[in-house]
């Protein structure tokens, strides 16, 4: 059984990087997209950024500039790091994985909420 | 970027009914679609991809279609279960984008 985990900080200040880990399970991902997907609360789904199986990215071109994904394959994780958090990027950050078009697996999200 | 303009943002249905939600696309995306479904405090659940092809375990009454580059899920005689909040997404290319959601309500 697959399963996609989120592991996040709960709360982050303004100003702060914020670091969330995504575990996967029961699969092996290498024919997989690895992607990471936010919705704030009360809006919709953004879509953020990827880690590809051949290691490549692609983001968000709003949030490129802030962000990074990145992969440690051996422990079957995947890491999304932002930095110079507001309190617009309070959201619940999701995990998901994709043969190769559209989402096939996703974790449960989990809630970050940036405070000054 | 492509733009994915969904329609309508909100509605409510009769279990009678059959229930229609589009999404544009701002160019050819070749079927590269997919749609998802998302209750409350859950994240989201794929319904149809490729446009037009079921997920697995996802009930007959749901289809998938297109004309040019309107997408449009179909939901047949709804239930109560299928009150949700759908979005389409479009993975033609990077950076993918999603429908900006509709909130279906059943009466």
Redesign the interface.
Known sequence: QVQMKETGPGLVQTTQTLAVTCTVSGVSLTSYGV?W?RQAPGK????M??IWKDGNT????VLKSRLRISWETSKSQFFLTMNSLQTDDTAVY?C?G?TP????F????TMVTVSS | DIQMTQSPASLSASLEEIVTITCKASQDIDDYLSWYQQKPGKSPQLLIYDASSLADGVPSRFSGSRSGTQYSLKISRPQVDDSGIYYCLQSYRTPWTFGGGTKLELK
């Not at chain 1, 692609?58 to 071109?61: D, Q």
């Not at chain 1, 078009?101 to 096939?104: G, H, I, K, V």
């Open positions: 992607h997907v919709g789904l953004e879509w950024g990827v692609n983001y968000n071109s999701y998901g994709t078009w559209y989402f096939d996703w974790g449960p999200g």
